[in-house]
Every structure is written in C-alpha cells, then in structure tokens.
C-alpha cells in the first residue's frame, strides 16, 4: 500500500488536548490568527472571533529554529458550529502549521469541505487550502479519514505507517485543496509539556518511544537525514517510513557504493511551499534499495547533481539506460520492479543535451505518425511505459511529466531540467559516460567482468526480447579470457548478434548490496584475452 517552518520554546505552557487549552502563564505572548498574518511563533485561533472573508495564516520558519508554529484553538469558547458567525465566501489558506486542539470535519460530510477543523468552519460554500500542514488528531479523526482513503476510489497520493502517521501527499476533493499534509495521533502523538512548541522534534521522539509502532522521522535536516535512514531505513518491514524534511540535504559526497541501506519502503518529504534540495554530488549507487520491501518515494524536492550510471549501475540497470541520469542512479535498486518514485519534483539532469533527448523521445512516443513512434517502440517492450503525459517548460529547455508509469519508476508532476535549482551545478564525474545520440534508442549497458558475464551479456537480448533497434554497451570491469582454465569451453557456441561497443572504465569491485567502500579504480587498462 502506498499504502504503502515551533519557533521559539514559552515556559509555562501546557496544552491539553480536551478542554481548556493553554494555562493562563503566558497565555498574553499569543497573538490572534483570525486574520491574514505571518507567524513566527504559537497563535491563538478563538471560534468567536470576527474573521474576513479570505483568512491566510503561514508559519515563518527557520530551520535552525526546530519546525513549524502550532495554531491553537481556543477550545474554551467553541460550542459548536452553530454558534460560529457565518461568513460568505470564507476561504482559509493554512500553511507550514501545526494545528492543535481541533476536531476535523468528518469525510463525505454534507456542505463542510473534508479536513476542515470544525472551529474554524464558518459557512456552506467555503474553501480550504493546507499545505505543509501537520495536525494532531484525534483517534476518532485519524481513523475516520485513514479508513475512508482506503475504501474509497479517492484521487489523494496518501502514505500510512498503519498506526499513528497518515500523510497526504495531494488532494482535491470539492472546495478542499492539500498538499502535503500529515495527520498524527496514537502512538505518533507527542508529549504536550512545557516543550511542545517544539513540536516536531517530540513527533521523532513519540515515534522512537512507541516501540516501533509509529513510523515517522521528523524535522530532518543535513546533520539527521543519514542517521535517521541508518536507523529506521534500514529495518527489514514493510511498514513505510515517513521522513520529513524540513532543510536543504545532501545525499553523495564521502558516500561509498551501498553505504545507506534502505530494507522498508521510504517517504522522503520536503517542502511544498519553500524549495527543498537535495544535492546528490554527482555519487551513483549510494542507496542500495535491493531488498525486497525497500521502495523510496521523494516529494516535494529539488533533486540536483544526479549523474549517469557507472559499470557498478550497469549490474541492475537494464532494460533501462544507465546513461540516462533521470533514472536517478543514487538508487541502488534493479529496475525490473517499480523501486523509486516521484511527486511534485525537478531533477536537475547531468547535462542538457539529456534533456533535449528525452524531449524528442518523449514527442515521438506520443506522436500521431506509426513512423514517428517507431523510434520508441523500446519503450514499449523494454522499458513497459505504460503512461507518458508531458507539457513544455515551465522554463526554456525544461519540460514537466505529468504522468509517467514505467516498470521501474511512477512520476507526477517532475520537472526535467539541467539548470540548477539550490546546490552548485558539479561537472560530471570522471571515467565513463556513456555516447546517446540524439534520435536513437538508448543503449543497454551492462557490466562485464569475466568470460560468464561476457556470455551472458550476449544473450541477454534473446532472453528478455530486447528491442532489436538498442545498441549495446558493455563496460568491461577487468581483464577477461574468453576459454578460462575453469571454464575451457565458456565462449564455445557463442557470438554477439547485435550492435556492441565494449569501454573500459575505473570500477568499484564490491556490490552495495554486499560491501560499503570508498570507490577502488582500477590501475590497469582491461583486456580481452582470445586465446589464440
């Protein structure tokens, strides 16, 4: 199942989640949220008060300053919606809050836009609008809504851990409008002491307190993000993990082949409403996503610096292209099964010219010419797109998937650039990379090491009926004799029967799956012994 920016600490508050919300210390700090504003820190929501008719409230955030503002809502004063002034036309627009003290509006109710917060309701006819939102919700609430995503043939992108954490990636449904929002309750509800306004950073510490139960990492940042995968990543379930990011990352530089290993499927979350980078350093292979539960989603990000496979990507990268970077080949993971997907992305590409080739392949697949679609009949047969919807830009040279389903990925709404967004542009790393003509198929590269490898990178294309208009490329990975004294006969009765260009490279020897290793190339140039 997919299914599988608390600003500041105030002593002397104490939240309670059923009654009278805050104790009168400190109380007088708070400022009111009734209209549009800007908050830095914890604002007070009173159901009775006045509001215009369009109210924004957005949480000004810092990183260094721990996770979003809480909204509080004055439960004190609240008797019902029947006691609220209406307002016509009222639409609120939260964004990067946390929303405390609140009963949502039941899913399917009649006339109240789903997830709205019942003390905020005003009129029939309104409109909400969250993003970067979380909210601690009640059992009743958070089970309302979990359930009802599953039974119905909703639209939402939406991840549960099962217990305690739903997270809605984006939803539409009638005057309600979210994205990424995630609700908390159970055993992902945190502590409400004096240190609540450090509202995230207790989300991580419920989930670590649950036993496990509740699988949510939160308010990550570029010291967390590698121990938080360590940990939580690398447990074999498959109950997903929720990881929310709340700063820039990196995810490549002093990172060796394998040295993060992901054994459960991963939500990676960034920012909707502030730009979110992660900064790959031009590194391959870094997260070996092999096991069988393991499966990474990235929403919500700028993913920058991500560079064309190496003969190490080769060993898991066909049908698909190891040359191409958008295949985001820091994922370790084969791709005959569906391991890596995005949401509300851009992938800053290796180079541009990646870019203007993907844009003619992708206008071929969908062109109304049999004789321009030819061109990609491959990926059709190799590569199983099943779906391929894309416009122009939203810049020059830029052009953004809307649907792509393949057989190894599941993008929605990516943007394919080469212009970087946050992180310095790298160059490409040194060694191989790999020659893609403009109007031809992409190569199938494959590692190629001894005699075995050899024979069995020649029959590959016969044995998973492998489009014959793709060249071949074969990265040699050492020195290789063709009648080994172990195998005398191993290349007897064989040949090479499509087009094939052989390249040495410097190569990692040892797999991420099975060793984590700083990068050993090779001080000799390979060679092919005939035995002749």
Known sequence: MTEVRLAHVWPGILLILSGAVLSAHGQASFQDCGAAVDVSSTCIWRPRQAVQEQVVISGTWYPSQGGFPALMVDGAEYAGRDKLPAVRDFTLSLRRLVLVNVTLAPPGAAGQPALWPEQMYTAPATGLTMSDVRIIASADDFWSYLNYFQSNNTEARYFT?????????????????????????????????????????????????????????????????????????????????????????????????????????VIMVGLYTIPTSVDFGMVVNQLNVTEPYARMWWQSFDLENIAPGNALTAVIAPPFGAGISANLWAVYCPRNRRCQNLINTTSVLATAAEVDYLTFMYSMYNSPLPSMRQTTDFYHTDLKVKKLQFIPGPGANELTCLSVKSLAWDWTDNILTAVPRIANKLPLPHGFAVPILQTQATPVVQAVGSCSTMKDAAMYPQEHDISPSRPFVWMMTGNITLNPPDQPNCWEQHSINRTTKMYGEDFQQDSPATKTADPQPLEQMDAIDFGY
């Open 161 to 265: 851990d099962g217990v305690g954490c739903l997270h809605i990636a984006a939803w539409d449904h009638g005057s309600t409008s979210v994205h990424s929002v995630t609700l908390v309750s159970g055993p992902c509800t945190p502590q409400f002491d004096a240190m609540y306004l450090r509202y995230t950073t207790l989300l991580s510490s419920a989930a670590a307190a649950s036993g496990g139960k509740c699988a949510i990492s939160a308010d990550i940042n570029n010291v967390t993000l590698i121990p938080a995968l360590l940990q939580e990543g690398a447990k074999n379930t498959s109950q997903p993990l929720l990881v929310l990011v709340t700063a820039n990352v990196s995810l490549g530089v002093g990172l060796g082949p394998g040295a993060v290993s992901i054994r459960r499927p």
